[in-house]
Structure formats: structure tokens, C-alpha cells
């Protein structure tokens, strides 16, 4: 058998193993499946009848909730992971959102949790008996983490991620583990391994990436909340694609200690993680849990900040980028712009304008820094069974190995831009944050997602960054393409030729909310100030 030959049949055989992976009882029958043509399958879990009441209850509910109801003994763990188990399941049926899935082992974990509350009275920790979902790269013992690569599957970890065990000690039930694209570097969930993951608010668009499994899977209501990672976007671009919520954290808040990377050692732009949920509520409580947890007490990178209360004054001073200069949004998330801005002013307060003349060289650098190696990372992990590069790949395949002196130099260049930054923000006096676009669009059709400037350039500096989503979606009539567009780029071109209004009607529009380094709390607290303020109809 030749590797080219080789790649294929592992792929096709991990597929097959994953469906087997799906209990029988857990299998939907066929006459009760959505038909090709139902776009948004959202809809589906309540109306095919397949749910009990119980069940669609359940799996509607927020974490913060779900764990209420475990503590006080209204609902058990078991039956609560038995209802995420199904739902998932159902999820992996329609979307392809799953990577992983081990029911059995949740619901005897669920188990031990009921025995331990009703032996002692006491929960095991802050997410006693919730089930977390995770995104595939993180280690967890025995099972695969292949982040897309058939060279990486059927090799399981030696060892959990630190999250995991920190996330398994404060009572947290493991499920299942979300697709993810090759090396985790496409802003859509598609690999070779598993192919592509679909968005359950509408299956012709993307559910984004690199997090777009875990991001199809809580929009489809298969988990409450789940983790997934952001290196460039990885997880507001998945968030907003599917209108949900999530916090990127700057470095050195939740650990990212012994995790599987598609660049591994590459850390001149580092990677977090962090929570992914249906509201903000559950993403705070999450991020508090997590430091709560003293992670810096296991992982020596981690940063030792206790969860900080946050004193807001009552009127926020926000600088708005309206277009960062490479790539002009699509008209729907102008007008998400727009109608918060004005909102945020009859609220109170004060708005002025960000210029964005930093962020074309913080998105070079981005890049830059992606190729450093000459894309000899995915290169080492495709080879081994001829695997080919995707399409959304080939800037690796023709990347140039830069060498270590130029390696510095970039260091360099990110240092001083990370100054630079921080010199314009402090030049607008006394301002709290940045209100900007998480991408230039809503979502758009497989294979058409090639912009990632409006989150990219906050990895490069590190901020916290929270996406959440408007109460504006698409609207057809109101959002028609921009005639007579003059192009600020090759990206921007690419954005406005695919964006198609018709195929997008309904969808979510999201925006994004930034904070300075390390002021998680901070930004949580102004996301929802911001909120309040877009629900006020005063």
C-alpha cells in the first residue's frame, strides 16, 4: 500500500469508527432526519419528536443553570449527560461537528458525581455534574487528538491537557471532543481526517474555525458550554459565524499547558483558550471557575491574578473602527455597527473613533509569524501518509524558511507594534474599549472565509476580547450589496464578491468588544453594560 494511497483509507476507516461511536439508541432514524434541503436544522430537535420534553428542556437550559438545577438535586448528572449525549449526537448527524465521542464514559462519571452529592451533601467543585465539550486539541489520555492530520490518528495521548484535569477536579463531565481544521490554521472547520463541519443555522455556510466544531455543536444545542482555542480568531470567528458568545483571554489567564498544536513551538503569537457558551452569564462564570482554580499553581506560564470584582464607571468611553482599512465589512455588520453605536450613546456613553493605522502591519506580522518555519510543521505532520495540503493551506506549502535570525527580527517588529499599540490607546485619554467588527461578515459559503484582520490583530497584541452577539440579523431587504465598491484590497474584493444577502437572510451579526492585556473581568463586566444597552428601548 502506497502512503498516497494510505491517507485515504485512514481517513475513511477513522469516520467509520466515529460513527460506530454514535450508541444505537442515539442513531436517528432515518425517516426522522431533516431533509437535505432544511438549511437551519436548529429548529429540528424540537419539532421531529425525537426529544422527550425532559430532554429538550435540558438541553435548552444555560450552564449556570443546568448546575443549579444538579445542586439542588432537581435534575442528577446522569440524566442531564444522557440528554447533552443524545443531542450531541443528533448534532454529529447534521452538522459533523464531533471529532470524539465517549457517552459511556460521561454518563459512569455522571454517576459518581450523584453517588458523591447524595453520600456527602457537597459538590465536588463550581461544575459539578455539567458536561464541558471540548474542542479537539485537547489531550485527553487514551483518545486521539489528530487537529485534522490521518498521520495523527490512532495515536492517542500519553497524558490529559492540564485544562482537562483542572476541569475533571472541579466536577466538570467529559463527553466529547469537536472537529477542527488542519492544524487548527483555516478559519473554517475542514480537514481530511473528517471533512467538513456545517453551520446547524444554515448547512451551506460555515460554522467558522479553527473552534467551528465546538461552535456548530452549542449553536445546535449539543452542549451548554464547551472550550475551544484562538490563535487568530479561533474562537470569535466561530462564535460570530453562529451567534453565540465566547472570551478571548489574553495569555497567561487559562492554560494551554500540554495541549496538541499544529505548530508546536511557535510562540511568537501564542495560542489560548477559552469558553464558548449561549450567554455571558455562563462564560463568566466559567473564566471564574477556571482562575478560581489557581492554574498557575500547575502551569508555570500561568499568570498568579485571582479573579478580580470590576468597579465600572457608568459612562464607558468606547472608540468604535468602523473599517480597519484592509477590508470593509458587509453591509449587515455595518448596520450591527451602527444601530449599537447609537444605542450606546442614548445610554450615555461616549463614542469616538478608533484609527485603525497600525492594523495592515499587526495582520503582515500575523502571517509572517503563521510561516516562520517554512511550513515545515504541517509539512512533517502531512508526509508521513502522503496527505495532501488542503486548498486553504498552500500559503505553508509555499512558505520560505525564514531562519532564526530573522525569527528575532519579527520579534522584534511584534514588540514594537505591541508598543505602539499601547502608546495609541493611551493617547485617547481615559478610554475603556474597543468596539469593532469580529469579522467582515456574518458568515459566508464553504470555502469562502479568507479574512481574519478584525481578530487577528488582537492576537497580536494580546488584548481580552469578548464576541457576543447583536440583535440584528441579516435582513435581505435592508442589507443589499454595496453597489459601485471600490476595493481596499484583494481581501476586501474577495469579502463583497462572496457576500450573497440572499443566502445569508436570518443569520446572526455579531460584534466584538476589546479590553487592554489581561483585563478579562473588565471586558466581561463592559460586554454586558453593552448589552443593557442594546436591549434598552427607551
Known sequence: MTSEENWEKIAAAKRAALAEQIPPEYRVPKDQLPPESQLDVTTWPKESGWFSPRELEITGSTASRILKQIASKEWSSEEVTRAFCKR?????????????????EAIQSAKHLDDHLQRSGKLVGP????????KDNFNIKGRDSTVGFTSLVNKPAEYNATLVDILERLGAVRYCKTNVPTAMMIAESVNNTFGRTLNPLNRKVTSGGSSGGESALIAFGGSALGVG???????????????????RPSFGRFTTQRCRSGLAGQE???????????????????????????????????????WRQVELKKRLKIAVLWNDNVCMPTPPVTRALTETVEKLKKAGHEIIDWDPKLHATALGLLGRMFVADGGKSVEALLAPTGEPYRPEMVQYKDAKDSGVFELWKLHTERSELQRQYLEQWMSYDGLDAVLAPTTPYASVPHGDFKYVGYTGVYNVVDYATVSFPTEITVDKAKDKPV??????????????????????HGLPVSLQLIAQRLEEEKVLAMTDIVLQAIKSTD
Open 88 to 104: 450531541a449526537a443528533a448534532a454529529q448527524q447534521l452538522t459533523n461537528c464531533l471529532s470524539d465521542a465517549f457517552f459511556e
Open 483 to 504: 453597489a459601485d465598491h471600490k476595493p481596499q484590497s484583494d481581501f476586501c474584493k474577495a469579502a463583497q464578491d462572496s457576500y450573497d444577502h440572499e443566502l445569508v
Open 127 to 134: 461544575l459539578h455534574g455539567l458536561p464541558i465539550s471540548l
Open 268 to 306: 511568537a503569537v501564542q495560542s489560548v483558550n477559552g469558553p464558548m457558551a449561549k450567554t455571558l452569564e455562563d462564560i463568566t462564570m466559567y473564566s471564574k471557575a477556571i482562575v478560581d482554580a489557581q492554574p498557575w499553581l500547575v502551569d508555570p506560564k500561568m499568570l498568579p491574578i485571582p
Open 229 to 247: 482555542t484562538d490563535i487568530g480568531g479561533s474562537l470569535r470567528i466561530p462564535a460570530a459565524c453562529t451567534g453565540i458568545f465566547t472570551l
